[in-house]
């Protein structure tokens, strides 16, 4: 069974640039999780899906950040401007189980992001 | 709100030697408790979870993780660490709101020759 990708795996902007990344899941999972790991910190949910519907958004900072899910298998999460304080790792995770259950998250590489 | 706690931001550990990783965790209704290991420049890899049944979880590359339900504890431990375990382990728990993952500081095990 194929994991969870992403892409790029890492991207270097300088401030007030845009960027996107991708996520493609573990085929058949319905939950979608987009994540911000700071260096030294545990991951922090910033996005949460169920099939192409956002479940979760309490933590994405809508000013600067967006991300979608349209068909509710890949899903792209945009920054636009960036700022310093974005550099970070930004995971994205599966599960196959519904929002609202308990169930093992599968992660993909992660994309590291650097803002200059 | 439910909270994880990883007492040891790094633990040294020499090749060959046992290892214990710490974990702690609020008290809550219903307990799913996971570690997740993260080796250099990678993402987070599933190592053992305990939803229920036994107290002693088995994981992969040979580590295991009692749920200690009086002391709220979850601790990893390895009996021989190897130069390859080097990376960061995170310790999380279910929350029981919303079924979003909590997530611990992270403690790397750094493993000297």
């Known amino acids: 069974e194929a994991g969870v990708a992403q892409s790029p795996r890492y991207k270097i902007i300088e401030k007030r640039q845009s960027v996107a990344f991708w996520c493609n899941p573990i085929?058949?999972?319905?939950?979608l999780y987009w994540y911000q790991q700071i260096l030294g910190q545990g991951p922090k949910l910033l996005i949460q899906?169920?099939?192409?519907?956002?479940?979760?958004d309490s933590q994405l900072p809508k000013d600067r950040f967006s991300a979608e899910r349209l068909k509710g298998v890949d899903s792209t999460l945009k920054i636009q401007p960036a700022k310093l304080e974005d550099s970070a790792v930004y995971l994205c995770?599966?599960?196959?189980?519904?929002?609202?259950?308990?169930?093992?998250?599968?992660f993909g590489p992660g994309t590291r992001l650097t803002v200059l | 709100a439910q909270s994880v706690t990883q007492l040891d931001s790094q633990v040294p550990v020499f090749e060959e030697a046992p290892v214990e990783l710490r974990c702690n965790y609020s008290?809550?209704?219903?307990?799913?408790l996971f570690w997740y290991v993260q080796y250099p420049n990678q993402g987070l890899q599933l190592l053992l979870k305990y939803l229920s049944g036994s107290t002693l979880v088995k994981g992969i590359n040979g580590f295991e993780a009692e749920f200690n339900k009086s002391q709220t504890s979850f601790h990893l431990r390895k009996p021989s660490v190897h130069i390859s375990d080097t990376a960061e382990y995170f310790c999380a728990v279910i929350s029981d709101s919303n079924y979003q993952l909590i997530w611990g500081a992270g403690t790397k095990l750094i493993i000297k020759p």
């Open positions: 899906f169920q099939n192409n519907g956002v479940v979760d």
């Open positions: 995770a599966s599960s196959s189980r519904l929002a609202g259950a308990a169930d093992t998250q599968y």
């Open positions: 008290s809550s209704v219903s307990v799913y």
């Open positions: 085929s058949g999972h319905a939950t």
